[in-house]
């Protein structure tokens, strides 16, 4: 058990700036996997992770190149071989799965031929075998009917089952050292689990040893042995999983699991100020120095060593890191949100909302309708109080975004109204709404570099929502442009920045800056947070849920992450192939008794804490269309009752907590299901 | 599948509907007829009378394009006026002339476009790459008439190898023709080449930083197992309706090419037929002109549709 597979040692990469300066990306890291062994490597993105991971199997992106040290793989150091060499090791010792199986795979192959080429290339085996290993191998993965499987192309599958076909390829040479650069990261929270669950099996089972990339502490949590946390290119803590995740005595560590929201706390997460430095910024001293709470005049000038603790068995990178033993039942805390005030006015109404994408017939055309019998989206009633913010969550393909867009205007409803304010009915057509409506309700996107024009300045960015809606030039323009960049925690010369200037927690800023510019009512929030790394996502729904005290904003917030949901919303409503299931305030969704479907996603949700299991309930299979009638979940349902879930829509039950269900099976027997 | 061929194939006959139409009405708009642009001075009197006669002018427009567009459709576009044969006559022996100068032109140019685009993409920013990449680029920048000229100077002039001019009358054989048309094809090909080359060059580049090459380079496959099966299917796709693009793009190019080397094909008769305002013969070459358009278009489009096996499956899909 205690066998080194591969041992990193001293290992610095970096590359040349254009002024022709040496810029290091990873300084300095050493660590050993045994055999047996899962390593999980986490930390923000920009630390150096992949980086690592790609070193290990002696491979070094374009344009990068190693400084110093050794990457040995029983005891041969990987960055001195020949191509020839690293060929034989490649798939064969050392295999990877990689971030995005989706664009990891080839086009114009298929599945089988990839996993083949495989094979051949690391087995001895004939052309029977092999196909019969194919079969083996996908069956092992889980992938359903594995003799067609390998016929078809990669995108005729769907994320989940390339990145099971990803696991089988690796699998496909019996490597001795897996390497997985975020295997999860895009999924679905059920896939997701799903993935994590069988990449465990097979860690037990083959003993094959792991080094799992992430950034997210939950995933670690749940595959994890050891863990080693990165900061700017460097290791900061590195030791057990348990005692990293329950007792980290590193302030970053320590600061990043207090920015992760979970399901088990409601309100917000604490955020740790600032971002990472940047490679080549690096000044002496400690690199935590800027963010650290814990920070000293000694830690300005001296750089801490990674010091190895023998009755933690753990090393750290931190003068004061026995500040921090001890501290550790503070992680359990967050800020409480002010309850949003009790007045009900309602803002925003969605009567039998439904939305299709089908394309519109000829006839249909002439006569400007949708006839669709089984639209995207269908039958939609959520009434929208002021000041409050309501949730919309679900998985990949649930209609979220579709509904948002409707709300926007973006997109024709099929049937339905959308009132607004004293009931007065929004058309779905942009052109025809008025212009006080339009800067009544704005949106902010997931992601804030697509939605940010790169060729403007911060400040041309600002100036023309308030050009647009409020005629304002000159001083007064400027005036107001300063004013929102403070409200977002912005300074001022922030102004003549171009996007590309800045981090993506302070574009995503920008974006709500920009939102807010419209003094509008109503935001809509479009997995505003997805993109951004946990201690950022905790300072913008920090700043989020600050502008909406001060202001009394609605916000209408869209997000797959449910213990994001529970951290900033008043009420959720849950969604499922474009139809409501389950719709309350969020304390009470989050409770049970549940909607089957909300359980699943609970079930699924990872938590950073290892003894915090997911419970997979129901197969993640993707449905690609919504059943015709009955209930939309009777495809995965893991309670179905029988033929009534096929035949009729159930009907809304409330509970005593308020939530309201919409199953066949009575409320109280759900609960009792559920104890 | 066959729905979508057959009405890629029904949009392009509407194309050459329309392209038809326009030129048979653009005619029809001008001041005077054929007959009067053709005759000038002499316009008037039994000799107009005569040429209205035998164009058929005297009947009504419509009448007179359904009619010709019929014969066109069988095939026969009617009589020239200055030669006073029929234009298929005229047509036949330019035609072949100038396949003969495009096909080579294309037989050589893309298979080499192809692999030059390749080494500079896999030699990139090596040597190969810098002295490849400043041919095409220099001679991308050179219009036809230019290089044309400068290759009759130096290599018909200066060193006397080759015939600069091509005299040969409009039915010579092809083995005639080959060793008159070396430096014509030099001239057309060297744009479409260095034109190709840059494409598949950025086309391969892009492919090669791909997620899936890397996972293919981390797979352990070797470097040219690499480049032919996870490289090259992927890059060469996209590059196929650019070639098509550049061969229809290149019919402009043998128009300029033809008239300075004097070479006896379409695109020489074009300018003829248009300094001697022959209409009927216009005519007949813009239709022409317009099928090997929409005709190469319609090959690309097919032959993504072939290869690309996205597009495929999801026309099974449906
Ligand atoms: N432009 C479109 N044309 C056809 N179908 C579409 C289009 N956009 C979305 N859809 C379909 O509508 C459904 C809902 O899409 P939507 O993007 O609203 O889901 P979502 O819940 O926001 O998903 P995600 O979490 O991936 O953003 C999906 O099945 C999707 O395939
Ligand atoms: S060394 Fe100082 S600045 Fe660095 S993490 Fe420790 S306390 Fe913070
Ligand atoms: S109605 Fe039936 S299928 Fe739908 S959630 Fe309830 S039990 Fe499941
Ligand atoms: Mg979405």
Redesign the pocket.
């Known amino acids: 058990m205690n066998e080194i597979i591969e041992s990193v040692k001293n290992l610095s990469i970096g590359f040349n700036s254009q002024k022709g300066k040496q810029i290091s990306i990873l300084r300095n890291v050493s660590t050993d996997i045994k055999k047996g062994e899962t390593v999980g490597i986490v930390g923000e993105s920009g630390s150096g992770k992949s980086t690592l991971a790609l070193a290990m199997m002696g491979y070094i992106k374009q344009g990068l190149f190693p400084l110093n040290g050794e990457c040995l793989f029983k005891s041969e150091d990987l960055l001195k071989m020949s191509s020839r060499q690293l060929e034989k090791i490649r798939g064969r010792k050392i295999a990877m799965i990689p971030q995005n199986a989706g664009q990891a795979l080839t086009p114009n192959l298929k599945i089988g031929y990839q996993i083949d080429e495989a094979l051949r290339l690391h087995t001895d085996l004939n052309k029977l075998e092999r196909d019969k290993k194919i079969s083996e191998l996908l069956n092992k993965v889980r992938l359903p009917s594995p003799e067609t499987m390998a016929f078809r192309y990669p995108h005729e599958l769907s994320g989940g089952q390339q990145q099971r076909v990803a696991v089988a390829m690796a699998l496909a040479g019996k490597p001795d050292l897996l390497l997985l650069d975020e295997p999860t990261t895009g999924l ?1 929270v059920t896939t997701q689990a799903h993935v994590l669950e069988l990449l465990r099996i097979i860690a037990k089972d083959t003993g094959t040893s792991m080094i799992y990339v992430s950034h997210d502490l939950g995933a670690i949590a749940q595959v994890s042995d050891r863990i080693v946390v990165m900061y700017a290119g460097e290791i900061v803590l590195e030791g057990p999983a348990r005692k990293i995740l329950k007792e980290p005595i590193h302030p970053y560590t320590y600061g990043l699991l207090k920015s992760i929201p979970k399901l088990s706390l409601a309100g917000l997460p604490a955020s740790m100020p600032g971002s990472q430095p940047q490679p080549g910024s690096i000044k002496e001293g400690c690199s935590f120095y800027d963010r650290c709470n814990l920070a000293t005049d000694h830690c300005e000038k001296n750089s801490p060593d990674l010091k190895y603790i023998k009755e933690l068995d753990t090393s750290v990178r931190c003068f004061n890191h026995k500040e921090l033993i001890n501290q550790n039942n503070n992680l359990q805390t967050s800020i409480t949100k002010k309850s949003s005030n009790s007045e009900v006015i309602e803002v925003l109404k969605l009567k039998d909302v439904s939305i299709s ?2 394309k519109q017939k000829f006839f249909d055309q002439l006569l400007n309708k949708i006839s669709d019998q089984n639209p ?2 269908k039958d939609i009633n959520i009434n929208i109080k002021k000041g409050e913010t309501i949730a ?1 969550v ?12 409707s709300i926007a205007g973006l997109l024709k409803t099929k049937d339905g109204q959308i009132k607004f304010e004293n009931n007065r009915i929004l058309s779905s057509d942009l052109k025809m709404r008025n212009p006080n409506d339009l800067r009544a309700i704005q949106l902010i996107f ?1 992601n804030p570099d697509e939605s940010l024009n790169p060729n403007h300045t911060v400040e041309q960015i600002l100036s023309q929502p308030l050009k647009l809606y409020f005629n304002l030039s000159g001083e007064e323009l400027k005036k107001n442009i300063i004013d929102l960049l403070k409200k977002v925690r912005l300074g001022e010369f922030y102004m003549s920045r171009y996007p590309r200037q800045l981090s993506g927690g302070e574009k995503q800023r920008v974006a709500v800056a920009r939102a807010f510019a419209a003094k509008p009512d109503i935001i809509l929030c ?2 505003v947070t ?1 993109a951004l790394d946990v201690s950022v996502q905790a300072a913008v729904l920090n700043l989020l849920q600050q502008l909406k005290e001060d202001l009394g904003t609605t916000y209408v917030f ?1 997000s ?1 992450d449910l213990a994001v949901v529970r951290a900033i919303s008043d009420r959720v409503a849950v ?1 499922y ?2 139809r409501l299931c389950e719709i309350g305030p969020s304390q009470n969704v989050y409770k049970f008794p549940s909607h089957p479907y909300t359980e699943v996603l609970l079930g699924a949700v990872l938590e950073p804490d290892p003894d915090i299991k997911p419970k997979l309930v129901a197969e993640d299979i993707v449905e ?2 919504p059943p015709e009638k009955g209930c939309s979940f009777q495809g995965r349902c893991p309670r179905k009752i029988g033929d009534i879930c096929n035949s009729e829509v159930p009907p809304w039950q409330i509970g005593e907590n308020g939530n309201a269900i919409r199953c066949h099976i009575n409320i109280d027997e759900l609960a009792s299901l559920q104890q | 599948m066959l729905l979508l061929i057959l009405k890629r194939i029904g949009l392009g006959l509407i194309t050459l509907f329309i392209v038809s139409l326009i030129t048979f009405v653009g005619v029809e708009v001008l001041p005077g007829d054929a007959c009067t642009t053709y005759l000038e001075r002499e316009a008037y009197g039994a000799a107009l009378d005569a040429c209205i006669k035998r164009l058929g002018l005297d009947v009504p427009a419509y009448e007179r394009y359904l009619d010709w567009a019929l014969n066109v459709v069988r095939g026969d576009f009617g009589y020239s006026l200055s030669g006073e044969m029929p234009i298929n006559e005229v047509l036949g022996p330019r035609v072949k002339n100038s396949l003969v100068l495009a096909s080579v032109s294309i037989l050589i140019g893309i298979p080499l476009a192809i692999v030059l685009g390749i080494i500079t993409a896999l030699w990139r920013d090596k040597l190969p790459d810098i002295m490849i990449s400043t041919v095409t680029i220099f001679s991308m920048t050179i219009p036809e008439f230019i290089s044309a000229t400068l290759l009759i100077l130096i290599v018909a002039i200066w060193l006397g190898w080759l015939p600069g001019i091509v005299i040969l009358p409009s039915d010579a054989t092809f083995f005639e023709l080959l060793s008159n048309i070396i430096l014509p094809v030099v001239a057309i090909s060297m744009i479409m080449t260095a034109h190709m080359a840059r494409m598949v060059r950025s086309s391969v580049i892009q492919v090669m930083s791909s997620d899936y090459v890397q996972m293919a380079i981390l797979k352990g496959v070797p470097y040219w197992k690499m480049v032919f099966r996870h490289v090259l299917p992927n890059a060469l796709l996209p590059a196929i309706n650019v070639v098509a693009l550049t061969i229809a793009w290149l019919l402009g190019g043998v128009v300029v090419t033809e008239v300075v080397f004097n070479y006896p094909g379409l695109g020489r008769l074009v300018i003829e037929s248009i300094s001697n305002r022959d209409l009927p013969v216009v005519q007949a070459l813009a239709i022409i002109l317009a099928s090997i358009y929409v005709g190469i278009n319609l090959i690309a489009d097919l032959m993504t549709l072939m290869l690309n096996p996205r597009l495929k499956s999801l026309q099974i899909r449906k």
């Open positions: 679905d994408y089908a995207t989206v919309l679900g998985e990949s393909g649930s209609g979220k975004s579709t509904i948002l867009k997931q479009d997995e997805s869209v797959h969604l192939q474009g690609e269309k």
